[in-house]
């Protein structure tokens, strides 16, 4: 999989990706994958992001067997895995201003 990352723009309806900044390139393999990081200000939290594994918090609440309620579970996930890549894509990137777009499988 290929991802292009970039920053936000301010749009009509609300922060949308600028292609005129270019921030990083993503490419997965079946081992893991390559971070070819272009803006090296965002260097550190990219590599924190993409190179370590991910705490993925789910909206709770959640019982659990013993019939305990939680507000909220964690999980983590390991680098590189579809699940922590989705959670990137959707929720910590956009936290930091930054958008990404799969640009191939």
């Known amino acids: ?3 292009e990352i970039f920053a936000f723009k ?3 309806n609300g922060p949308e990706l600028d292609e005129s900044k270019p921030v990083a390139t993503v490419t997965t393999t079946q081992r ?3 971070l070819d990081i272009v803006d090296q200000s965002r260097a550190t939290i990219l590599r924190r992001l993409f190179e370590q594994p991910l705490l993925v918090l789910s909206g709770g609440p959640v019982q659990t067997q013993e019939g305990e ?3 909220d579970t964690a999980a983590t996930q390991a680098a590189w895995s579809p699940e922590a890549l989705e959670e990137l894509i ?3 990137l ?3 201003g930054l958008a990404a777009r799969i640009v191939g499988h």
Request: aromatic share 6%; charged share 15%.
């Open 94 to 96: 956009p936290g930091h």
């Open 32 to 34: 893991g994958g390559v």
């Open 69 to 71: 309620v939680l507000a």
């Open 10 to 12: 301010a749009g009509e």
């Open 1 to 3: 999989m290929r991802i």
């Open 90 to 92: 959707h929720y910590k």
